[in-house]
């Protein structure tokens, strides 16, 4: 389980964060919704230690993850950035780079099995060896998740993991993330800015305004009051084959 | 599955041995160099008398001139051109930036003027016998405060650049400017110190500043031994991380790499094998910038890979350097430091516009 209670953070004495709480329970994906500036992203970073937040605390499963190790923490949350900065590697190596965390002096049997099973589920046994410099942006997003997923995290945090992918990459990319979820009981928090993509494959809503949390629950707090006072947009939000759409006017 | 899998181990498992042929290969072509070299000079030698004379059964002769002269040089330029060659691989990764190098960060400049100004300024360096080749006129009296006034420069600048990529943010491009400011300043530094010194003294910097792999004796081929072979394990225990840092540094921080501890600690060695090469043999330029970019085509990225070709291929660039420094106006010698310019920047504008060989990160 995750706990993030008040977590605060300031660039200077330009407040962003104002004392941000909300729970996940392993297999949520939590859909961190907002305009742009809110602190989205700051939040994210805020809860692997990239940044340190001036207060509050995050624990996963009771634990601080302040206090962990970096090595802990690696082995405990993993992280796709919003823009990825791409080397001249493999696809295969830059997935074996997920199990660092749990390498002493070299790569062993069980991680090669684990990239090999991982290459397989997204479907790139064809690319193993292509460089990823040569991959479009979908499989690029594709091999950062797998990265992510044999890091095998407890919480996984996702910066906007479907900007600049096509309707069909976005929809396989959010398919893949919560089907993961489910079957190894990871907490997703995922910054997202597509509502019809977070309505179907986010099962909590976090919605953030000016740097504190607006609301936070299931599909139900996603109303059309809360898109005009959070977004500053007429939304209706219509219901097809059971799942809630939302149609800005 | 199971059989894709195994499909999948193999075709790695390949990939990874055409790596390792790569290092063999080097290795061979260094040997080759090595053995060629020795066999080249004045004194022409035979294989066999090389052989003979390298297992401690050759002619009193022989072996005086390969162990006292020829070896002396060979391996000065080995030891140097892993130091230098590594420098660069490493900060190439560590700032981000694919034309950081010592001498193109202005960090063997500045190892430059702290090496010269512990020459004139602190009496760390006589001109001894002025009758041989010029280079050789210069002997450094105290090698341990030259070594560690060139560390104090080298460092110093080292520190600067670090401190404007990460506090004030400045661009990759922005920083080889910087380096180009550093270097400058620190080349108008070195030209003050002479101005106040003696003529001996000048001509002593001067002769030093031209870079000669015949200067250091075996205790100082030691000291940059020691340094580089600590550096190297350091790095080689770290390849992983630097892998890491190639996705960024928050992703590496959020694979579990100590991004500021890596940085410091790797650029401290940078500059410290930086400053002992400056110190012992002079300013060479280019080696540790090209040496990463010309294997970077045969190994890619993968740093337990990159580290080692680098440092092969940068002691193969330096002693075919100081072949060809011998060659060319024979029996004098070309100063090191010129001919690897002269080798160094055509091959690097080669790279650069050759499908735009070299890629900067943002």
Redesign the interface.
């Known amino acids: 389980m995750v706990e993030v209670k008040d977590i605060t953070f300031s660039y200077g004495k330009h407040s962003i964060l104002k004392g941000i709480s909300f729970s996940a329970e392993p297999g949520d994906c939590v859909g961190i919704l907002g305009n742009n500036g809110v602190g989205k992203s700051t939040l994210i970073?805020c809860m692997?230690?990239?940044r340190k937040p001036d207060d509050g605390s995050v624990l996963i499963n009771g634990k601080s993850i302040f206090e962990m190790s970096?090595?802990e923490?690696?082995?405990n949350?993993?992280?796709v950035?919003q823009?990825?900065?791409?080397?001249?590697?493999?696809v295969?190596?830059?997935i074996l780079?997920?199990r660092?965390?749990y390498?002493t002096w070299s790569m062993n049997c069980a991680d090669?099995?684990l990239c090999?099973?991982m290459?397989?589920r997204i479907g790139m046994?064809d690319f193993?060896?292509r460089?990823i410099n040569e991959l479009s942006g979908g499989e690029v997003q594709k091999v950062m998740l797998a990265r992510a997923f044999v890091?095998q995290p407890k919480l996984l945090l996702l910066d906007e993991p479907t900007s600049n992918l096509d309707p069909r990459n976005q929809y396989e990319m959010m398919k893949l993330v919560r089907q993961m979820a489910l079957e190894q009981g990871i907490s997703v928090l995922v910054v997202i800015h597509d509502l019809n993509l977070a309505l179907r494959y986010c099962n909590r809503f976090l919605f953030i305004k000016d740097g504190s949390v607006y609301d936070y629950g299931d599909g139900s707090v996603v109303t059309e009051k809360a898109l005009r006072d959070v977004y500053g947009i007429n939304a209706s939000l219509v219901i097809h084959d059971n799942k809630k759409f939302a149609i800005i006017k | 599955m199971q059989k894709t899998q195994t499909a999948l181990k193999n075709s790695y498992r390949r990939y990874i041995r055409r790596k390792w042929l790569v290092l063999f290969v080097l290795v061979a072509i260094l040997c080759t160099c090595v053995v060629v070299s020795i066999s080249v000079g004045s004194s022409g030698l035979t294989i066999s008398e090389i052989v003979t004379a390298l297992l401690g059964k050759g002619t009193a002769q022989t072996s005086a001139i390969i162990w006292n002269i020829r070896m002396p040089r060979i391996v000065t330029g080995i030891m140097v051109g892993i130091a230098l060659a590594l420098a660069g691989c490493i900060m190439q990764n560590v700032l981000r930036n694919p034309l950081a190098s010592a001498s193109t960060l202005g960090v063997s400049q500045g190892a430059s003027f702290g090496a010269a100004f512990a020459i004139v300024c602190l009496d760390a360096g006589a001109q001894v016998n002025a009758s041989t080749s010029a280079a050789a006129a210069v002997s450094i009296t105290n090698p341990y405060l030259v070594t560690l006034c060139a560390f104090i420069g080298g460092f110093l600048t080292t520190v600067i650049i670090l401190g404007l990529s990460r506090i004030a943010r400045v661009s990759p491009a922005t920083m080889v400017l910087a380096g180009v400011a550093l270097s400058s300043l620190f080349s108008g530094g070195t030209t003050i110190v002479q101005y106040f010194a003696d003529d001996v003294k000048v001509a002593s910097v001067v002769y030093w500043t031209f870079g000669d792999l015949g200067r250091a004796n075996w205790q100082e081929i030691a000291s940059i031994f020691a340094v580089t072979v600590i550096a190297l394990l350091y790095f080689l225990a770290n390849r992983w991380n630097f892998n890491a840092m190639e996705s960024g540094a928050d992703t590496a921080k959020s694979l579990g790499v100590a991004v500021d501890r890596l940085i410091l600690i790797s650029m401290t060695l940078c500059s410290l094998m930086a400053a002992v090469s400056t110190a012992f043999v002079g300013c060479i330029s280019f080696i540790g910038l090209i040496s990463p970019h010309m294997v970077r085509k045969f190994v890619g990225n993968d740093y337990r890979f990159l580290i080692p070709a680098s440092a092969l291929m940068g002691a193969i660039v330096l002693v075919l350097s100081e072949l060809v420094s011998r060659m060319i106006v024979a029996p004098s010698i070309l100063p090191i430091g010129a001919l690897t310019s002269f080798l160094g920047a055509p091959m690097f504008l080669y790279m650069i516009f050759k499908r735009g060989g070299i890629k900067w990160s943002k």
């Open positions: 970073t692997n230690s990239i970096r090595l923490l690696a082995r949350v993993a992280y950035a823009k990825n900065e791409l080397s001249q590697t493999t295969y190596d830059a780079l997920g660092k965390p390498m090669y099995a090999d099973e290459m397989e046994t193993k060896l460089n890091q």
